[in-house]
């Protein structure tokens, strides 16, 4: 018996849409061999030179030169240019040995139909049954793609410059190319003084700044929580509204208010603690009482962000369980620790990870208030409160340390990732979770 699935795999193996050809699917077989037809185009007119821009980086750098007595610009190698065109074309070759590697299996398959006597389907009916069977697939092609080249493609690009020595004022091009380094920028971030001093200093500020400002609201927020849920107080709804109202304001106006409230020659707080004779604290000017400052003001921004999710979460909790708890004489602290304390930390702690992740990269509550400032002497290009997602910003837009800012990226990656995920597989919901399934 003839081996169709063989033979058609085969051929498809040698051209794109010859096993369709060879399985009577010829519509088929003309989209994937004009694909063929295209990606070799494609390559061969952009492989070599894409391969030798990413490998190179560039060889010859624009220059000025006189030309009868007049200076011209003679455009050289761009690296980042180059870098960004090679990784292009490695990306559009992926995709187009998926393609293949799908062109083969779609023969295969066919050719398994044929032995078993199904007769192929033409083209129409093949559509149709991707447009009712497949629509799903086929509706992901587009945003998938998207995703390649918008998310995934700057993802990469961003962490190659890490390896790269793409940094002001010698290493910028087109005038200077860049070149590959390695892992030396690493190297220098984490064991030359000048940067590793700058670098500890801002990540056990990064961390302690999100430990304490996830607490504090998480914390805060279940406390408000609480309060108004009991049955002694009056007008909730009331109390609900004005207590929501620090987060229904837009962050921006909140900080940038905050900022001016606290600012340490004419804020008002100042103004009004004078007259209690109290001598005028150094809010943001300070680097303590910056620190202090900024965990203070991201309580009053986040608490109500907390105290909404809570409150879902208590609503929740069934009455009966507290009812139960009384019966057996339980106290309030008792009917907290062995009740409330539980039910909501299971069913907020993948969110209380997010806040923590999130905290790492809060960049508005850092950049708005103090801009990362007061300036530390010793630190290079950092203030006493950035963070190291603010140090990156200030590292790219103001110094153009393109490659330390790109080390710092990774880092900040390895570190969200690696807590995020150890933590939440210590949670309850986690772990129950996964013994249901």
Do not use: C
Request: hydrophobic fraction near 50%; aromatic fraction near 14%; charged fraction near 15%.
């Amino acid at each position: 018996m003839l081996q169709h699935r063989k033979v058609a795999a085969i051929l498809s193996i040698l051209l794109l849409g010859l096993g369709q050809f060879y399985n009577r699917q010829f519509i088929k077989g003309m989209l994937f061999l004009f694909l063929e037809i295209s990606g070799i185009y494609y390559f061969v007119n952009n492989l070599h030179n894409a391969m030798w821009g990413l490998i190179t980086l560039g060889e010859t750098p624009s220059r000025m030169e006189k030309v009868n007595g007049i200076a011209k610009l003679v455009q050289g190698d761009h690296s980042i240019f180059l870098m960004i065109k090679g990784l292009i074309t490695i990306l559009i070759l992926v995709v187009f040995i998926l393609v293949y590697v799908l062109n083969i299996r779609d023969a295969y398959l066919i050719g398994k139909q044929r032995e078993l006597g199904i007769r192929p389907n033409h083209f129409r009916k093949s559509l149709k049954y991707i447009l009712d069977k497949k629509f799903a697939q086929l509706f992901l092609i587009v945003p998938t793609a998207g995703i390649i080249f918008l998310t995934i493609m700057p993802i990469i690009f961003g962490m190659m410059l890490a390896f790269t020595n793409y940094a002001s004022p010698d290493h910028i091009p087109p005038a200077k190319l860049v070149d590959w380094v390695g892992f030396n920028t690493f190297k220098e971030l984490i064991t030359l003084k000048t940067w590793s001093h700058t670098f500890y200093g801002v990540l056990t500020w990064t961390i302690i700044w999100a430990v304490l400002s996830t607490i504090t609201t998480f914390f805060g927020g279940f406390l408000v929580a609480m309060i108004v849920q009991q049955k002694e107080i009056r007008f909730k709804g009331f109390w609900r509204t004005i207590l929501i109202i620090p987060y229904a304001i837009p962050q921006l106006i909140s900080l940038l208010v905050m900022r001016n409230l606290f600012n340490g020659q004419f804020g008002p707080i100042n103004q009004y603690l004078s007259y209690f004779g109290i001598d005028r604290i150094p809010w943001l000017s300070d680097p303590v009482w910056a620190k202090v400052t900024v965990i203070v003001v991201n309580m009053w921004v986040g608490i109500p962000v907390s105290m909404l999710l809570i409150m879902g979460i208590l609503t929740s909790i069934p009455r009966d369980l507290y009812e139960a708890a009384e019966v057996d004489g339980a106290s309030i602290m008792q009917k907290f620790k062995i009740i409330t304390m539980p039910m909501v930390l299971f069913a907020s702690a993948p969110i209380l990870i997010t806040q923590f992740t999130g905290n790492i990269n809060n960049f508005n509550a850092i950049f708005l208030l103090t801009s990362g400032n007061p300036v530390k002497g010793d630190y290079q290009y950092a203030g006493a409160t950035d963070l190291l997602v603010t140090w990156l910003y200030r590292l790219t837009l103001t110094q153009e340390r393109f490659n330390i800012a790109s080390v710092l990226g990774i880092i900040i990656f390895v570190i969200i990732g690696t807590l995020a995920i150890l933590t939440f597989r210590r949670t309850r919901s986690f772990k129950e979770e996964d013994m249901i399934q």
